[in-house]
């Protein structure tokens, strides 16, 4: 299984560098455990701290409404309104542009020797070993990924006592959940048709059926499920919660964004997705990555600049006094 393959080595150069020491211990980039078993602190930098408190598994569930409320709130919020506004532009956009997109990509898929068909293979019961190289990419955003690399989380938090990395490992469980609730609901309200069903009418730009009913979307899922991608949805937030979680891992973002592009490309080239089908995926997911990465984190800034910041204010203030005008300072401690 290539995919399952590079989840582990994913994941043990990601624990192998981790370590749990005492505060006498200075290590910048380690695991530090404080006299409070309750909670666990992280130097991140010689100016970043982060705090975990001791991870509950009920936390999984306890904290979904909150983060989707966190998440649509953020959604409108003036601090990312602006990106969600370009999100929808590019959207608009890039429609237009989709088939000829699709007929580049496939173009491309086949030179490389990739064939439109996801495979799979047995695993026990499971049907989740990929067969090919597409097949892997496209498995990226397959749930099944985020739950491996969650359990490989998890066992070494539990078995390292480290509650970044369990803390991490339900995390991601709640991105999961996340992703599906709000790629779903947009999901049934577009009713956007994916590429190969188009083709297959031999048409060339997709139908849109507004709110299809429930009956129909179940019975025939493909024909209203394209926008936006679920698999992108789910793979942003779960990288988005892993790189706000362990920033010391320089390599994250690189690699994470690059298994994203890959994967983002086969779905083109496999025509299961349309190109713009993809920026309101990538927006949702990152907000939903932030919102349950904020939840778990409190971050302390230990730099200088930090610690001298003004602990006074100054007024001005004007009255008068037997009859004179006077003019003074009010300095607020």
Known sequence: MKITIFASLFLSSFFMAQTNDSLAVETPLDSIQTQNTKIQEVKI???????????????????????????????????????????????????????WVIRESRNLGETLGMNEAHTYRKLGFLKIIPADVNSALYFIGNGTTVILI????????????????????????????????????????????????????????????????FVAYQGDTSRYDAMPSGHLTTAMAALTVLTENYPDKK???????????????????????WVSDYPI?????????????????????????????????????????????????????
Do not use: C
């Open 45 to 99: 930098s010689e100016n970043e701290t982060f705090i975990y408190q001791k991870p509950k598994f009920w936390d999984i569930v306890n904290k979904i409404p909150k983060n989707i409320a966190g998440t649509a709130t953020d959604i409108v919020s003036k601090k990312y309104y602006p990106y969600g506004l370009a999100a929808l532009g590019s959207t608009v956009a890039l429609i237009p542009a989709d088939p």
């Open 150 to 213: 969650s359990g490989g989380l998890a066992t070494y938090g539990l078995f390292k006592n480290d509650y970044r990395a369990i803390s991490t490992s339900m995390q991601l469980i709640e991105s999961l959940a996340l992703s599906g609730v709000f790629a779903q609901s947009i999901k049934r309200i577009t009713g956007r048709e994916s590429p190969f069903i188009t083709a297959d009418r031999n048409g060339w730009h997709s139908h849109w059926t507004f709110a299809p009913s």
């Open 251 to 273: 390599w994250l973002k690189p690699v994470g964004y690059t298994l994203l592009g890959l994967m983002s490309f086969e779905m083109l080239q496999s025509k299961v997705h």
């Open 281 to 333: 995926a990538i927006f949702l997911g990152y907000l939903i990555g932030k919102n349950i990465a904020k939840a778990r984190i409190t971050k302390v800034n230990n730099s200088p600049m930090a610690e001298n910041k003004k602990k006074y204010d100054l007024q001005l203030s004007a009255g008068s006094l037997y009859g004179y005008q006077t003019i003074g300072v009010n300095i607020k401690f």
